[in-house]
């Protein structure tokens, strides 16, 4: 991509979404990912009711009377994007592709998580660790995010989420919040990873798919071709079995995804491109709160 053409698409996106987050987001994005750590603040003499293990003997000894350590909660977070660039990324049937939805949600969270001084970092995956971008604070190191959103170029084109989950949990050694992003069309398992990385993290799943597939259109015989491995096929769009069947995939994979989120006891939601992702997140908000 042109340099002008992308810093325009970088303009647009700014814009767009730092208005998103600081207008609409701000609030419930502070209040549904809450700092989980707790930090030494002072000491202070024992009170009745105190929990006896706060008790700071070292301060206790100095004075000859009780005194209890005081914690209060860590504001500050640490967030990581975790961005499916996989080749199945590259598609939208309306107005719009799913990399660009994924692009302005992962900016919109981006932009919220700088607005709550958290840091945010990104790992960017197809069936490798494409690219990891350390978590930072400030404007400068979101433009970065954003450009490298809108023009990053995979290596590879098929899905491994397992293997971008087993990387933040190796990787990120603090606490974080963890948005996975992605269509989730992976021919491989994750559970057993997602279950692990939650464990450690706060993970959050967001899908962004496409109406077209969900089911098919009768529009006769055509070939349709897998983004990710490249292989091509011919079917029959006009029969009622071959949509019926496929309908039943879709909807059989979704059963299965949502079961796997809800047994690793991760949120999450989908988005539709057409769709005003917006609605997605403040649903998303308003589940965490």
Known sequence: METSELLKKVRRIEIKTRGLSRNIFAGQYHSAFKGRGMAFSEVREYQY???????????????????????????????????????????????????????????TLAFSAIQNN????????????????????????????????????????????????KYLTNAIKKRCTAFLISDFIDKDGFKDALTIANRKHDVVAIQVYDR??????????????????????????????????????WDRRQAAMSDSFKKCRVDSVSVRTEDDYVKALIALFDKRN
């Open 49 to 107: 009711g105190d929990d006896i293990r706060d008790i700071d003997w070292n301060v206790t000894a100095r004075y000859v009377r009780p005194y209890v350590k005081v914690f209060e909660e860590e504001r500050e977070l640490t967030v990581m994007l975790l961005i499916d660039v996989s080749g199945s990324r590259d598609f939208g049937s309306v107005n719009v592709m799913k990399k660009e939805v994924i692009t302005e949600i992962a900016a």
């Open 118 to 165: 958290d840091k945010i970092g990104v790992v960017f995956f197809s069936d490798k660790i494409e690219k990891f971008i350390p978590p930072q604070k400030g404007k400068k190191h979101i433009l970065y995010i954003i450009r490298e959103l809108i023009d990053f170029q995979p290596d590879k084109k098929q899905t491994n989420i397992a293997q971008a989950l």
């Open 212 to 249: 077209r597939e969900t089911e098919l259109p009768a529009v006769g015989l055509i070939k349709i071709k897998d983004a990710e491995s490249g292989q091509e096929r011919w079917i029959d769009s006009s029969s009622a079995h071959v949509r019926a069947a496929y309908k039943e995939w």
